[in-house]
């Protein structure tokens, strides 16, 4: 599929472009609805023996006409919506939100998380209408909100798995197409068959209460903080460089011992409550007279369980800003030996971009919807996450991040994903080329 993808690949990069010229940050529905009537119309337009709908989250699912539940079936799924970004990060000619691009690259907000994967589902779904491929019980998915706080649209996807959405009677497989590519000297394509959980509190108390808990929480890396009142100016701003709660340890997050170390009348600002994915990178001090409430926002991205966090929490009066029960990683580990998936990787042999086992430090649609999926399924249901986006770059100069500054596809990894891809879907038997 190398060749193929080669000589149709500007019309991947068309759709990319478009999509990532359609700001979609999570907090501003209006503008995620605009990316996703994009979609909707492209979806539409090349597919016209699917049904195209929005179901009760505005994921936008597009399915065939005859679905064949007594064969493998496979859902393709990325999300469309994307963390904000403050421009004064990124480093010229980058911009969040105008798409810079050149022979190598595009750079701009969302292009690898997970615009990358959006675009692969309109690429595939508009060489499938032009007769260039066929397609078997194959289902496009598009989710409206992975990002951020609060609600999380996938799980209507999830709940609504084997009612109104179809289930194998065989097998039901699930790829997730978010950024696993690793780009530079010895590009990968990274395959998730576990992710770590992502389990998020606030707990609001004065400083001396906070350091405390924060101390005793070894496992919690804070995101954001914020006092119960500000002062009218704050008497230092500290800046650190941004990035994905996941990939930015605790200890190596500054605001960390700043929490630990400030004193019981300090005031402290930091971060968005609602923006919990990333690291601020900006911390402002000031001093209050008297000890001030303040609200500490704590992530747990391990893979411990949601027993184990409960047990952690003891005693400390803590609000759930995820809904624990969607917040668990799924793990495929123990399954995937001898998989439908495993076999088909195998089969496959060598490929453009070389296939490597991973977990995935972060968390996606596939753990929400096996959260909130009928439990007698699972058993018949197999989530991996592999996408042609890329991971941050931290090596390079200056650095590409996923959820900071520079965010980047790389093109050259990107295309040979893609085809990997394509020769992954074509081994389970759902992506042919066409006879015609």
């Given at each position: 599929?190398?060749?193929?993808?080669?000589?149709?690949?500007?019309?991947?990069?068309?759709?990319?472009?478009?999509?990532?010229?359609?700001?979609?940050?999570?907090?501003?529905?209006?503008?995620?609805?605009?990316?996703?009537?994009?979609?909707?119309?492209?979806?539409?337009?090349?597919?016209?023996?699917?049904?195209?709908?929005?179901?009760?989250?505005?994921?936008?699912?597009?399915?065939?006409?005859?679905?064949?539940?007594?064969?493998?079936?496979?859902?393709?799924?990325?999300?469309?919506?994307?963390?904000?970004?403050?421009?004064?990060?990124?480093?010229?000619?980058?911009?969040p939100f105008v798409p810079y691009?050149?022979?190598?690259?595009?750079?701009?907000?969302?292009?690898?998380?997970?615009?990358?994967?959006?675009?692969?589902?309109?690429?595939?779904?508009?060489?499938?209408?032009?007769?260039?491929?066929?397609?078997?019980?194959?289902?496009?998915?598009?989710?409206?909100?992975?990002?951020?706080?609060?609600?999380?649209?996938?799980?209507?996807?999830?709940?609504?798995?084997?009612?109104?959405?179809?289930?194998?009677?065989?097998?039901?497989?699930?790829?997730?197409?978010?950024?696993?590519?690793?780009?530079?000297?010895?590009?990968?394509?990274?395959?998730?068959?576990?992710?770590?959980?992502?389990?998020?509190?606030?707990?609001?108390?004065?400083?001396?209460?906070?350091?405390?808990?924060?101390?005793?929480?070894?496992?919690?890396?804070?995101?954001?903080?914020?006092?119960?009142?500000?002062?009218?100016?704050?008497?230092?701003?500290?800046?650190?460089?941004?990035?994905?709660?996941c990939s930015v340890p605790r200890?190596?997050?500054?605001?960390?011992?700043?929490?630990?170390?400030?004193?019981?009348?300090?005031?402290?600002?930091?971060?968005?409550?609602?923006?919990?994915?990333?690291?601020?990178?900006?911390?402002?001090?000031?001093?209050?007279?008297?000890?001030?409430?303040?609200?500490?926002?704590?992530?747990?991205?391990?893979?411990?369980?949601?027993?184990?966090?409960?047990?952690?929490?003891?005693?400390?009066?803590?609000?759930?800003?995820?809904?624990?029960?969607?917040?668990?990683?799924?793990?495929m580990r123990d399954r995937w030996?001898?998989?439908?998936?495993?076999?088909?990787?195998?089969?496959?042999?060598?490929?453009?971009?070389?296939?490597?086992?991973?977990?995935?430090?972060?968390?996606?649609?596939?753990?929400?919807?096996?959260?909130?999926?009928?439990?007698?399924?699972?058993?018949?249901?197999?989530?991996?996450?592999?996408?042609?986006?890329?991971?941050?770059?931290?090596?390079?100069?200056?650095?590409?991040?996923?959820?900071?500054?520079?965010?980047?596809?790389?093109?050259?990894?990107?295309?040979?994903?893609?085809?990997?891809?394509?020769?992954?879907?074509?081994?389970?038997?759902?992506?042919?080329?066409?006879?015609?």
């Amino acid at each position: 599929m190398e060749a193929f993808v080669s000589t149709h690949a500007s019309r991947y990069l068309a759709h990319l472009r478009n999509l990532a010229a359609l700001p979609s940050v999570f907090t501003r529905p209006r503008d995620v609805e605009k990316a996703m009537g994009y979609c909707k119309k492209v979806l539409v337009s090349a597919l016209p023996d699917y049904t195209v709908i929005e179901d009760e989250g505005q994921n936008l699912i597009a399915l065939p006409a005859s679905v064949d539940l007594k064969k493998k079936l496979v859902y393709l799924s990325a999300h469309v919506d994307t963390v904000d970004a403050d421009h004064t990060e990124w480093d010229a000619p980058f911009s969040p939100f105008v798409p810079y691009e050149d022979d190598h690259e595009i750079v701009g907000r969302g292009v690898s998380d997970c615009k990358a994967g959006v675009a692969f589902q309109l690429f595939l779904a508009e060489l499938a209408g032009k007769g260039r491929l066929c397609l078997d019980n194959l289902i496009f998915t598009i989710t409206f909100k992975e990002e951020g706080a609060g609600h999380k649209s996938a799980v209507h996807m999830g709940r609504a798995l084997g009612k109104t959405l179809p289930v194998s009677q065989n097998e039901t497989l699930l790829l997730v197409l978010e950024n696993t590519v690793t780009a530079g000297a010895s590009p990968s394509l990274g395959l998730y068959t576990a992710e770590r959980s992502n389990f998020v509190i606030d707990v609001t108390g004065p400083l001396a209460e906070l350091r405390h808990i924060l101390s005793g929480l070894a496992a919690w890396n804070p995101v954001c903080i914020y006092p119960e009142a500000s002062p009218d100016a704050w008497a230092e701003v500290l800046t650190q460089k941004g990035g994905h709660v996941c990939s930015v340890p605790r200890n190596q997050n500054m605001l960390t011992e700043i929490i630990l170390n400030a004193s019981d009348s300090d005031l402290l600002c930091a971060g968005a409550p609602d923006s919990f994915g990333v690291i601020p990178t900006e911390i402002k001090q000031g001093h209050a007279p008297v000890p001030t409430a303040h609200t500490l926002v704590l992530s747990n991205r391990t893979f411990d369980s949601l027993d184990t966090v409960r047990r952690q929490l003891t005693g400390i009066p803590y609000r759930e800003l995820k809904d624990f029960s969607i917040s668990p990683g799924m793990d495929m580990r123990d399954r995937w030996p001898g998989s439908t998936f495993q076999r088909a990787v195998e089969t496959m042999g060598p490929q453009p971009l070389e296939i490597t086992l991973d977990h995935n430090t972060g968390i996606s649609d596939a753990s929400t919807i096996v959260n909130t999926m009928v439990p007698s399924l699972r058993d018949r249901f197999f989530p991996v996450v592999a996408g042609p986006g890329a991971r941050s770059q931290r090596r390079v100069s200056p650095q590409r991040l996923t959820h900071g500054k520079n965010e980047t596809f790389d093109k050259q990894t990107g295309i040979r994903a893609t085809a990997t891809l394509f020769n992954l879907l074509r081994e389970l038997g759902v992506v042919g080329k066409s006879r015609a």
